[in-house]
């Protein structure tokens, strides 16, 4: 890492920033143009944003047929297609992507300190920049780097969706650095079956370089955490996948108290709901009981 520009150009690779405009032929304005508000407002601030949560939905797509693979793109990509249906058809991204940024309870101070860390480049990780990257002047490298720096420094520019997905695909691109361009628009939907394994691999068992990265980003009380952190992330994103998945998030209505449709997750299991209405005793108080005492 010779000069800013290569450092820059590392660090948009690491979050798949680089890839995503290769595959999307994404025009970015305001290049050559440096990000001078301050604020998640800025115009090109406001693109950058959209491009990455595009990046983390894409990622999140990734992530979900690594649990429950189906028919389709994503799960042929990472070498375990089948025919019947599976996480994309039960529509477990959405329900990820709303679980991760509304309901997951992971600290504010947690997730900033995570997004500090990926601002920073995790400059202490070494990765190789493969070919096939867009080449982009110095201007707009400087410009993508701050936007997105001002954006992971904000705790409250950013859901924790796009954190979680460039911390993957950060980890991506370190197993295989040619994970960084190719099809998708992230680098961990582009790994192999394996490769995804990996990478929960280095979240799981609290590899140094990851750990010293973040930890050096929190807050007194909590340095010396982000290894039970970490863990914590990877068990509950494949959980949160499964149950997304077999659920019946999709198609519940909320209002009927029913599902408008049969879900994925019932053919899955091959579920059949007409055969577990209950039993008539215990429909009320049991055998006509009003109450109980303490003998």
Not at 124 to 129: G, R
Not at 254 to 276: C, F, I, N, Q
Not at 277 to 292: L, S, T
Request: proline fraction near 7%; hydrophobic fraction near 45%.
């Amino acid at each position: 890492m010779g000069t800013p520009q290569i450092d820059r150009r590392f660090f948009l690779t690491r979050v798949g920033v680089l890839g995503a405009l290769a595959a999307a032929g994404t025009v970015v304005p305001g290049a050559a143009r440096a990000v001078t508000s301050g604020s998640p407002t800025d115009p090109l601030v406001d693109v950058v944003a959209k491009l990455l949560a595009e990046i983390a939905r894409d990622t999140i797509n990734g992530l979900a047929v690594f649990v429950a693979p189906g028919p389709d793109a994503y799960s042929r990509t990472q070498g375990t297609p089948r025919q019947e249906p599976g996480a994309m058809e039960a529509k477990t991204p959405d329900f990820l992507i709303e679980s991760l940024d509304n309901y997951v309870p992971l600290p504010d101070q947690v997730a900033t300190a995570v997004g500090r860390a990926l601002a920073n480049g995790l400059a202490d990780v070494p990765i190789v920049v493969p070919n096939g990257l867009p080449l982009v002047t110095n201007g707009l490298l400087a410009d993508l780097d701050d936007a997105i720096k001002l954006l992971l420094r904000n705790d409250a520019a950013l859901p924790l969706s796009v954190v979680i997905a460039l911390l993957l695909n950060s980890q991506a691109v370190r197993v295989d650095p040619g994970s960084a361009a190719g099809a998708h628009l992230s680098p961990f939907s582009r790994l192999s079956f394996a490769k995804k394994a990996e990478v929960f691999e280095l979240l799981e068992q609290a590899d140094p370089q990851l750990v010293g990265s973040i930890d050096a980003e929190l807050p007194e009380p909590l340095q010396g955490t982000t290894s039970g952190i970490m863990r914590f992330i990877a068990g509950a994103l494949l959980e949160f996948s499964v149950f997304g998945t077999f659920c019946e998030w999709s198609t519940f209505d909320a209002a009927g108290l029913t599902v408008t449709e049969r879900p994925v997750g019932w053919d899955l299991t091959k579920y059949d709901p007409g055969s577990m209405d209950g039993w008539d005793e215990f429909k009320g108080y049991y055998q006509g009981r009003q109450k109980v005492s303490a003998r």
